[in-house]
């Protein structure tokens, strides 16, 4: 199976960062937060990937471009201009990088990958959230449910305190887990027959296919009741950094 990962956006919500970067090459423990996803769908078996690109996408093209040699020990022999590999540590990924426009919507730079993705069901996500999700689990869900695409539905912490009230008493309680209830946590896996929905370049996913899929009965959930944690701020970038440097990183679920 094929993994998509829409890797173009802004991500104007962490500008402090993406500014500099696209929003997928900020870093968690001195690695992107691209490769965090990769080697999540790895640890699935999962190991082609179609990398969606748009703003700043030469930086991830460079990136895997020199990606062999970062990973890998040398000799570079200087008389005779050679370089000899000692050890690698590379994963055995096939990575296809496609430029997909700086300003085309989610739908459309799905759309572009079509000729790519092929005929077979195929995965996607978002490249800026991480989680512990077994992506084997969602495959099988998903090809028991007979859609024609399955999300994986997560419950993210509040983003604010609640307060339970009784008469003037309260209760509180610091951000709890899933006070946000279900959401959309991307890790997709889908039948190509959902770019059948996507009109063009300015299509939204998340707005007229996904309702349109809905509505169609062809959308379905798979419940993650795991980890799961979108970079979309400097705190969110903080909050995961501080997980890997004290080794408690949930998603950490691969070896590294």
Do not use: C
């Amino acid at each position: 199976m094929k993994a998509v990962i829409l890797a173009g956006g802004r991500g104007t919500r962490i500008s402090e960062e993406s500014q500099s970067r696209p929003k997928p090459m900020v870093e968690i423990g001195g690695r992107p937060v691209l490769w965090h996803i990769m080697k999540t769908y790895g640890a699935a078996g999962v190991t082609d990937f179609i990398i969606l690109l748009g703003y700043k996408g030469y930086m991830i093209k460079e990136y895997f471009a020199n990606y062999f040699l970062h990973m890998s020990d040398v000799r570079i022999d200087m008389k005779n201009d050679t370089i000899e590999t000692l050890e690698s540590k590379t994963e055995p990924w096939t990575v296809t990088l496609l430029d997909t426009g700086e300003a085309t919507m989610t739908g459309g730079r799905l759309l572009r990958a079509r000729e790519h993705i092929g005929d077979d069901v195929f995965s996607f996500t978002y490249g800026d959230g991480v989680s512990d999700v077994d992506i084997r689990q969602v495959a099988d869900f998903h090809e028991k449910a007979g859609s024609i695409a399955t999300v994986t539905a997560v419950q993210p912490p509040a983003r604010y305190g609640t307060l339970g009230l009784e008469g003037d008493r309260v209760q509180f309680e610091e951000k709890p887990q899933g006070g946000a209830g279900w959401v959309s946590g991307g890790f997709f896996v889908a039948k190509p027959s959902i770019l059948d929905y996507i009109d063009g370049d300015d299509t939204v996913f998340e707005q007229g296919p996904l309702n349109r899929l809905s509505a169609d009965g062809e959308l379905t959930a798979y419940r993650h009741n795991g980890f799961w944690r979108g970079m979309d701020t400097l705190w969110d970038k903080i909050y995961l950094n501080d997980l890997w440097a004290s080794d408690k990183a949930p998603w950490r679920t691969y070896d590294d």
